[in-house]
């Protein structure tokens, strides 16, 4: 699992269901908070630490032995009918995994309503206010990083493809750019490459 996966998972959003940021101040907030390299590595870090939390979930063992079985059966040039029932199987207790994590995720980020609430519902959540505290970051410094890291890449790609006619609202053209520049750096640590 790669390390910025991890925090999806840890944080219960999907990186294309970013709160709704509604409030003027946290657009203008954005628009001048700028991403780094050290950041990032810090960000992941905090990542790693969840991840290692979530190990230790008996549903996130279960999805782990499941995926790898999947996996291998997938792999096989004939599948038998045995093993296209048990792909099903698996397919079907894989989802019912994903809605009880949908469920019972400690931080649910989907509906904040502004970077106080979001950080807010981080803060309360004790293992990732610790790992944060251990990285020398604030709940809404990290809000107000994995909102802008979604933001900019999000208009990278579309900068990139030629899509991208201006600025969005709310989005620091230098992250823009900073994601771009740092894009194999960035994928390097989306791939479980490690990190600083």
């Given amino acids: ?27 203008r907030e954005l628009s001048t908070y700028t991403l780094t390299m050290d950041t990032v590595n810090k960000v992941a870090r905090v990542n790693v630490a969840l991840l290692e939390l979530a190990k230790q979930d008996p549903r996130y063992a279960e999805e782990t032995k499941l995926k790898q079985e999947m996996e291998t059966l997938r792999k096989k040039d004939e599948p038998t009918e045995a093993d296209e029932k048990r792909m099903e199987a698996i397919a079907a207790r894989l989802e019912v995994l994903d809605e009880q994590e949908d469920k019972n995720s400690p931080i649910n980020l989907n509906d904040a309503k502004n970077i106080d609430e979001m950080s807010a519902r981080i803060q309360a959540f004790p293992p990732m206010a610790a790992a944060l505290r251990k990285e ?4 809404r410094e990290f809000s107000k990083f994995f909102l802008a890291m979604l933001q900019s890449g999000f ?3 579309l900068q990139k493809a030629g899509l991208l006619k201006e600025t969005p609202e709310g989005v620091n053209p230098a992250n823009i750019k900073f994601v771009i520049e740092h894009e194999q750096e960035l994928k390097k640590l ?6 600083q």
């Fill in 1 to 27: 699992m790669n390390t910025l996966c991890a925090l999806a998972i840890a944080l219960s959003v999907s990186p294309f269901q970013m709160p709704k940021l509604v409030a003027d101040a946290d657009l």
């Fill in 190 to 195: 989306q791939g479980g490459g490690g990190m």
């Fill in 155 to 157: 208009a990278a790609g």
């Fill in 136 to 139: 020398g970051l604030t709940a």
